[in-house]
Every structure is written in structure tokens, then in C-alpha cells.
């Protein structure tokens, strides 16, 4: 066996045998303490005071939380303690808890127990605000030793299949995930300081749609229905719209049945916003000033991601999708719509190029545009006008048709955001929602069918709009500096043990 696993258990079992022995004293995992203060308080309220002032105010104090270490010196012992805002030192002396009778079972608690302590707030000669402990009981016993003191728990897929032991011993995951909990604030802030209203929309959908992404397929028994979980929140959105309601937003779920990695999580969250009586430069405008004031809110407006200091407080960059590719291959100026073309350059340039039977002049501008310059996109750039064959709930462009107002964001060369103004002609809107029904049918698993219910919406008149989708998941992660999408979800998507 592993002596690592073997010590391991042999921990387990002392432990257990502790734990044993507090149940034939009385109740093993009581629900009586209560709590004054959190470290973080007590740190904001006598963090500057000195040692005379803390004498004179005498300040008594209940808290709660974890041992993180523990040094024993006879008759006296240091813990330090954790709760959910930060650490604190506590002291604790035989003779002040009453004598042996209590103060030596504390000697034999454990890192990981939870207990809470009362007593008055003092410095250490160290200078150190502590905690002169009068009282202290066990209130949950830690049956499996932490992760070693020096190294944590540095094994990326245990920290992420046991997140809750990572946010023990990691200080470095609390602070992402507070920071997470922050922007999701921030962004909800944002949209509802510019009158847009928060709505929840369904998740089990009878007809997916909304974005390219093959769906997970469920059953719902009593109504004898195939469901799926959504793929975006979209369609149901622009229904409010025709509704009456001129500016909604949904911070939610979306599920895609699709790979794992980096940036992707088949579970994943997104803000989708739609207002009326705007378009895609507007959707634009909005974007880039709720990441600004969210940034601003974080007190940071530079940040490193992925190598790349982005600078959040200079203007977006706009560029055509179109005129991307012209630059990288001025061969194809002028050609954008000449499949034949495209469809060869495309062979020239990107390995391994599987095009799809149903492609489009559209399909092969932006498999260039991805190969060459979607990756050297680094500072905020918003990529507009895409074309319609890959933009199925776009408007078309007035002056040209054969693109959309349409855009995507763009950082560190990786997609950030997708806006649009709104196709709201249900005519053209059933041309295009046949278009992706021949590409299902011709065996594209991300094509979306015909939406009836919407189109029937459409007819009742759905106002000039425009939309646009954050994942919420890159966004976090560009803004903590983090590389892969599991380090910003609190439960990622694992294998099964």
C-alpha cells in the first residue's frame, strides 16, 4: 500500500476514535454556538488599535472556524483560526480556561476541527491581534487530515473534484471565487442601472435554439416528451420583447453537448441582454462599458491574461470581419462571396480543412478568419459584420446583404462576447430557420430546426432590437488572470471516479 494513503488512514482512524469519544460524553455535532464577529470584522474594527488601547476597551468577542495550525507550550497553545473572511490568532492558557481538566483535551484537537472561542482581544509581544480565549468548545470534528502545510493541495484535478477541501487550504481559490461572486454583482449592477429588468426563462426547452451547439436530449415521462436542456436563453428573450418588455437580461445556465477543455465546460454561465429600438454599434457601446465598470469595480483597469497585459481603459477596437481576412490574405479582397474561391484558399491554408457539404461562401471566410486571425487578436477587439450564412438570427446589413449587423468581442484571442442586431422580418427569419434544418438534416449536430412558436411570435411584431451574450465563465477568468475554465467553476464537470 502507499504509506502516503496508509498514514492517511491510520490518521482516519484516530480521529474516529476521538470522535467516539465525544459521543459518549454527549452531542458529537452541536448546533448551539453562536457567533459576534467574523476575523475580517475584527480586523476592521481593532486591527490599528495598540496594546493600550485594546487593554482599556477590554473588547470580548464569540467566533468561529477552523484550525489551520496549532503550537502547544506546555500550559499555553497558539491556533490559528479560520473562518470564511480571513484568519486570526488564538491564545489559550491553562489556567484561564478553567485548568487542566479543560485546557488538555485541546492539546489533542486536530488541524481541520472546527471550534468556537470567546475571549478578549489583545497584542502578542510580536504584536499580533489575538484572541485571549475564556471559553472554547469543539463544535465539528475533522475525520480526514488537510493537505501538508507547505504544499496544499496542489494537484489540479483533486482540487477541482474536492473543491471544497481547496477552499480550505488554498487561500489563492477563496479570493477567485469571491471575486467571481463580485463581477456576477457587478454585471447585474451595470444592466440594471441602464433600466434593463432581470427574468429567468425556461431551461427545458421542446425546441433548442438560439446558438450552434449540439444540446443533451432528456425525457419528460408524465407529458411522454423529448426536452432539451438549452443551448442559450435567446428565443425566449426576444418573445419578452414582442411582449412588451424593451429591455431584459437573464444571468443563467446553458448546457452545450460538446467538449472539455481550456474554455469549455459542457455547464457553463452566460448574460444575455436584448433592448429595443437598438442596434449592433449600440450592443456594442453597452458591452464594452459594463466590462469597463466592472474592471473599475475591481479596482483594476490592466490586466495579464494568458501572457497579454489588456488594456481595459482604452476604446474597443472595431474591425470587419471581412477586411481581417483581406489583410492576412489580400488575395481574396473582393472575393468574399465566391465560394469556389474561398473554399481553395481555405485548402492552402489550414491543416487538416473539413468542410462541411452544406458550407457556404460565409462558412469559408470565417474558417480563415479563425485559422488566421482570431488568435492574434489580443487587445479588446469588436469583429463585426459577419456574414449571414453563419449568422442565422442576425439582421442583414441595409447596404449589403449578404452580411449582418453583427459583432464579436474579442481578447487575448479568445471570444468574449456575441451581439447582433435582431432579425425581427419573420419571412426571412423562416428562410433561414429552414436553411439550418437542411444543414441537421444533411448532418450538422449544431444546426438548430424550425421554431414555430418563435416565428409565430415574430408575426405578432417583435420592435427593432438588439442582443448580445457574455460568458460570464471567460470573462471571471480574464479578469483573475486564469487559465482554464475550471479554475473559475466551482464544480467543474469531471469523469466519474
Not at 220 to 246: C, Q, S
Request: charged share 25%.
Amino acid at each position: 500500500m502507499n504509506h502516503k494513503v496508509s498514514d492517511q488512514s491510520e490518521q482516519i482512524t484516530v480521529r474516529r476514535s476521538k470522535l467516539a469519544r465525544m459521543r459518549e460524553a454527549g452531542e458529537a455535532y452541536p448546533n448551539g454556538w453562536r457567533t459576534d464577529r467574523t476575523t475580517a470584522a475584527l480586523y476592521g474594527e481593532y486591527g490599528q488599535f495598540d496594546v493600550e488601547r485594546l487593554s482599556e476597551i477590554n473588547q470580548s468577542v464569540r467566533i468561529a472556524g477552523r484550525i489551520m495550525a496549532h503550537r502547544v507550550m506546555g500550559k499555553s497553545s497558539f491556533i490559528k483560526l479560520q473562518d470564511g473572511t480571513g484568519s486570526i490568532q488564538l491564545f489559550l492558557n491553562r489556567e484561564e480556561l478553567g485548568g487542566a481538566d479543560i485546557y488538555n483535551p485541546t492539546k489533542k484537537w486536530d488541524l481541520g476541527d472546527t471550534i468556537g472561542a470567546e475571549g478578549v482581544l489583545f497584542r502578542t509581544r510580536a504584536g499580533e491581534l489575538t484572541v485571549r480565549v475564556s471559553h472554547v468548545e469543539m463544535i465539528v470534528k475533522c475525520l480526514r487530515p488537510l493537505p501538508e502545510k507547505w504544499h496544499g493541495l496542489s494537484d489540479i484535478e483533486t482540487r477541482c473534484r474536492q473543491r471544497y477541501v481547496d477552499l480550505i487550504v488554498t487561500p489563492e481559490s477563496r479570493h477567485t471565487f469571491k471575486t467571481r461572486s463580485k463581477i456576477v454583482s457587478l454585471l447585474r449592477q451595470g444592466l440594471e442601472a441602464r433600466d434593463f429588468m432581470e427574468v429567468e426563462t425556461p431551461m427545458l426547452q421542446s425546441q433548442p435554439g438560439g446558438a450552434a451547439a449540439k444540446p443533451f436530449v432528456t425525457h419528460h415521462n408524465a407529458l411522454d416528451m423529448e426536452l432539451f436542456l438549452r443551448i442559450a436563453p435567446e428565443l425566449y428573450l426576444k418573445r419578452l420583447l414582442v411582449g412588451g418588455f424593451e429591455r431584459v437580461f437573464e444571468i443563467n445556465r446553458n448546457f452545450r453537448n460538446e467538449g472539455i477543455d481550456a474554455t469549455h465546460n459542457p455547464e457553463f454561465t452566460m448574460v444575455e441582454f436584448y433592448q429595443a429600438y437598438a442596434d449592433f454599434t449600440d450592443a456594442m457601446d453597452t458591452t464594452e462599458g459594463l466590462i469597463r465598470n466592472i474592471a473599475a469595480g475591481l479596482g483594476t483597469m490592466q490586466v495579464n491574461w494568458e501572457g497579454v497585459d489588456i488594456d481595459l481603459s482604452q476604446p474597443f477596437r472595431r474591425l470587419r470581419v471581412d477586411e481581417a481576412v483581406f489583410e492576412k490574405r489580400p488575395d481574396v479582397r473582393g472575393h468574399a462571396n465566391d465560394k469556389a474561391m474561398l473554399a481553395t484558399v481555405c485548402l492552402q491554408v489550414i491543416p487538416d480543412f473539413k468542410p462541411l457539404i452544406t458550407w457556404k461562401a460565409g462558412h469559408y471566410l470565417m474558417a480563415m478568419f479563425e485559422e488566421l486571425v482570431e488568435p492574434e487578436l489580443m487587445q479588446p477587439t469588436f469583429v463585426t459584420h459577419y456574414p449571414v450564412d453563419v449568422s442565422p438570427l442576425a439582421r442583414r446589413n441595409q447596404d449589403e446583404p449578404n452580411v449582418t449587423d453583427r459583432f464579436e468581442l474579442f481578447m487575448a484571442g479568445r471570444e468574449m462576447a456575441n451581439g447582433f442586431s435582431e432579425l425581427n422580418d419573420p419571412d426571412d427569419q423562416r428562410r433561414r430557420f429552414m436553411a439550418q434544418a437542411e444543414a441537421k438534416a444533411a448532418g450538422d449536430e449544431e444546426a438548430t430546426g424550425v421554431d414555430e412558436d418563435y416565428l409565430r411570435a415574430l408575426e405578432f411584431g417583435m420592435p427593432p432590437a438588439a442582443g448580445v451574450g457574455i460568458g460570464v465563465d471567460r470573462l471571471v477568468m480574464m479578469l483573475t488572470g486564469q487559465h482554464s475554465i475550471r479554475d473559475v467553476l466551482l464544480f467543474p464537470l469531471m469523469r466519474a471516479e
